[in-house]
């Protein structure tokens, strides 16, 4: 049976805990990997947060799964991942793809303005 963008939505939100910019640095602080998931345009466009490891949605199942080539040693199972994007929709989403993989600390800040209205560096 076919699903919408809402029915995914509301999987992904359930599936992924929104947090905070306090418990984003909380969890940061212990080694947690900050992810921006937005296209390499937005980015370019607004910059992304200090420290935020890039990898567009569009490539997240490529670059997570530690079977292939194109893995990113920067996504380890037992690492805390703190995603964001430019509102949190793909955020949440990449977050559940995250967590059907086999990720178990996945969580979701929302977008960049979340990260810059809680007082984040911007680079």
Known sequence: MPVTVKEMMEAANAAVERIDMAKAQELLGQDGLLLDVRDAA?????????????ISRGMLEFRADDTLQSHDPELRKDRVIVLYCAAGGRAALAGKLLKDMGYEAVYNLGGFTDWVNGGGEVA
């Open 42 to 54: 937005e980015l370019q466009q607004v910059g992304r947060a200090a420290g935020a490891h890039h």
